[in-house]
């Protein structure tokens, strides 16, 4: 319906709270803010802010030490202290020297079924074993079926004991003398046993004791990196530290509020006055706002242009509805759409569509495929003999596809007459009067669509020397002529650059297209009559299936509704959608814009 009126902001302060400032501006979810290098150039003698952030370094690091200690970190909302770089070294430094992760001969990486195996081990007490002069001991894992093989070795050269096990290992300790070390090794390895090495270190005790301090540490470099992220978007101006963007109108105040307390000054400007494009948001009721979303695929409308939401939500329906007109299934549409609306747009989208399949399914008499369920209905409101319209009548044919090309000359000429309003609102003079989508083709297309209504159903012959001239050549000679006419209400330069001969030639197989674009996009609505067929004749398969199943017909018609349902929805919907993209937007709309999206601290997680 509309777009929300900006304003652009620029908050100042000094070296010491520009941080402050950044967070403060960045927390409010306000501004969409526009990075510094947007703002600095030669004339106003800015600069960046251009400094290394250290603590994506840091925090990288500690996530990896985390991880190989199996270990999540709990980040914290702010730190306990502060620290400087040389102190977050150090921790680093000695977390790696603690627990072993500096060298691969002390790095021990475990799995949580191996710290389990080791939690068994470690209540046998087998410091004191380890600590033994004449016995060795290793700890592994065994294939099940290489520890069924065991009881083959009974000369009591060494003993086992099982500490864990899953479905394809058993975790184990061996113990045996220094005289039979290498014989049990050996026998072992063929039963492919996987050492295990112990760790030096007791990691759970340890992380227990510093688990506090690591995510202090984590927390101070998480927030160091989120400010260090948010500098490209201050610009410097001598002593003074910029950070600009767009805001909505209605927010300027609130905005101002967030600095309170800060010496922090700010500047409101209108977009105009500022040499940056302004974001677009769009502003539109509950019933088209779901449609914003097909919008937001194609491209937003640049800030000030016309926002085509509301045409689109209404040319859309009108279009789906006439292709899947169906009383019934337009209900289930309906009701599921607007019951999921919160979901998600596309549901939103679904519920409207489905009240305009409501509309024509009541108009052509169709309810889950039966055509003659509301028969009487039709007779008494209007005193027909069965239904008011029968699609599957023979003679419906040729009516239903003429109509259909009816219904996009109709689409055609309103998307020209709101590209010839919208052309004269930007001043674009030239395009509003001599393009094909202008004045021009106005006249050509209409005047063409009007001499065939007249002379094949009201039998007036309209053709003639004048209206041909007026109506046909001379828009023609606008098509051709629209570069050098174009430079002549504008006061430029009217001879071509490439001269008159290479424009006449190039400008000639430009028609060609012209006039071919005129009549391959009225053929294109075709398919609105060819899939109010296609949805008609579907449902009459179901009805037969349901026909010759006897008992089963429920079932079959369950199914085979919701089969159309499905599978026409999802093809008439993009069809619908092409429609409005290629044959209505490519003649009177412009994107290009900018989505607004305000920044919030989130964001830069």
């Known amino acids: 319906m509309a777009i929300v009126k900006m304003k652009f902001v620029s908050a100042a302060t000094d070296e010491a709270h520009v941080n402050q400032m950044l967070t403060s501006g960045v927390s409010s979810g306000l501004i969409h803010c526009e990075p510094a290098s947007k703002i600095v150039n030669e004339d106003n003698a800015g600069k960046l802010i251009n400094d290394e952030d250290p603590y994506a370094g840091y925090c990288q690091t500690l996530s990896n030490i985390a991880h190989s200690l199996n270990y999540t970190i709990q980040e914290k909302k702010t730190s306990d202290r502060e620290y400087t770089c040389q102190q977050i070294e150090d921790f680093i430094i000695r977390m790696n020297d603690l627990f072993g992760l500096t060298t691969d001969a002390r790095k021990v990486i475990l799995t949580p079924e191996d710290q389990k ?17 004449y016995l060795n001991f290793r700890f592994g894992r065994l294939p099940r079926e290489s520890f069924e093989k065991l009881y083959m070795y009974r000369d009591d050269i060494f003993i086992q004991h099982r500490l864990y096990e899953n479905s394809h290992y058993i975790w184990i300790v061996y113990v045996t003398s220094d005289s039979y070390v290498e014989r049990t090794n050996k026998i072992f390895r063929d039963l492919a046993f996987e050492p295990i090495d112990i760790p030096t270190v007791d990691i759970d005790r340890e992380l227990t004791e510093h688990h506090g301090e690591i995510d202090d540490v984590y927390t101070y470099c998480m927030n160091q990196d989120r400010l260090y992220r948010l500098h490209p978007y201050a610009a410097m101006f001598e002593d003074r530290y910029v950070m600009s963007g767009f805001v909505q109108e209605k927010d300027v105040e609130a905005y101002r509020k967030v600095f309170e307390g800060l010496p922090v000054t700010l500047e409101v400007k209108d977009p105009s006055e500022v040499d940056l494009e302004c974001p677009t948001m769009l502003k539109n009721n509950w019933v088209v706002r779901p449609f914003e979303m097909f919008l937001g695929m ?53 519920g409207r569509v489905g009240i305009t399949s409501m509309i024509f399914g009541f108009l052509f008499g169709s309810t889950f495929g039966n055509e003659t369920l509301l028969n009487p209905i039709h007779q008494k409101l209007f005193g027909v003999h069965e239904k008011l319209f029968e699609v599957m009548d023979s003679s419906s044919t040729m009516t239903i596809l003429i109509g259909a090309v009816a219904i996009g000359a109709v689409l055609i000429l309103m998307t020209q007459l709101l590209n010839i309003v919208n052309r004269f609102r930007h001043n674009e003079k030239g395009e509003a009067i001599f393009s094909q989508n202008g004045i021009a083709g106005f006249v050509f297309y209409g005047s063409i669509i009007t001499g065939i209504v007249a002379t094949m159903i009201f039998q007036i012959n309209v053709i003639n020397p004048v209206t041909i001239g007026l109506c046909i050549v001379l828009p023609i000679i ?26 006449i030639m190039q400008s000639i197989f430009e028609l060609i297209d012209v006039l071919l674009t005129f009549v391959t996009n009225s053929m294109s609505y075709l398919r609105v009559g060819g899939f109010v067929l296609s949805h008609a004749g579907m449902m009459l398969v179901v009805t037969t299936l349901v026909e010759m199943t006897g008992n089963a ?26 429609l409005e993209y290629y044959e209505m937007f490519s003649r009177y709309y412009d994107a290009g814009g900018i989505p607004f999206k305000a920044m919030t601290a989130e964001k830069l997680n």
């Not at 606008?478 to 570069?483: A, H, P, T, W, Y």
């Open 117 to 133: 195996a080791l939690k068994e081990l470690s209540v046998l007490g087998f410091e004191r074993i380890h600590n033994c002069r």
């Open 298 to 350: 194609y491209g937003v409308p640049k800030y000030g242009n016309f926002d085509p939401t509301c045409f689109m939500a209404v040319t859309y329906c009108l279009l789906f509805g006439i292709m899947f007109g169906d009383l019934g299934q337009g209900l289930v549409l309906t009701i599921l759409g607007l019951a999921l609306e919160k979901k998600g747009q596309l549901f939103g989208i679904i």
């Open 478 to 503: 606008c098509f051709v002529m629209k570069e050098p006419l174009t430079a002549l209400v504008e006061h430029e330069p009217v001879t071509p650059k490439e001269g008159w001969g290479g424009y």
């Open 553 to 578: 017909g429920i079932p079959v018609m369950i199914f085979g509704n919701i089969f159309v349902m499905v599978l026409e929805g999802l093809i008439v919907g993009i069809q619908t959608l092409r």
